[in-house]
């Protein structure tokens, strides 16, 4: 089992920044793959990045590709999730999900997920 607990949400202003950070535990930090997905109003789970175990590779939509970025601390137990030119359309709750074997976009290929935390953004 893994448990995940998502914290940094909360309202900025369009073109600011927040941090987010997802907490594990329960399993080797480094054993498991990490991503963050988010949820919009009326919209479907969306993938918006992932990064390996060791840390050393990372995957973006396009969406958020230049403006966010992923990272982890493995000694912290704890991803980061850097967000920066903050749009309203990243309006959303953000997940953070975890694996113990591979993920890809699809939400169901992650095993594990946070509860989520709220982003708005307003314009």
């Known amino acids: 089992q893994v448990q995940l607990v998502e914290s940094g949400g909360g309202l900025v202003q369009a073109g600011g920044s927040l941090g987010l950070s997802c907490a594990a535990s329960?399993?080797?930090?480094?054993?498991?793959?990490v991503a963050w997905f988010r949820q919009g109003p009326g919209k479907e789970r969306e993938f918006v990045a992932t990064?390996?175990?060791?840390?050393?590779?990372?995957n973006y939509a396009d969406s958020v590709k230049g403006r966010f970025t992923i990272s982890r601390d493995n000694a912290k137990n704890t991803v980061y999730l850097q967000m920066d030119s903050l749009k309203p359309e990243d309006t959303a709750v953000y997940y953070c999900a975890a694996t113990l074997v591979s993920g890809n976009s699809n939400p169901g290929s992650w095993g594990y997920w946070g509860q989520g935390t709220r982003i708005t953004v307003s314009s």
């Open positions: 990064i390996s175990r060791g840390g050393r590779n990372t």
């Open positions: 329960g399993r080797a930090f480094s054993s498991i793959a």
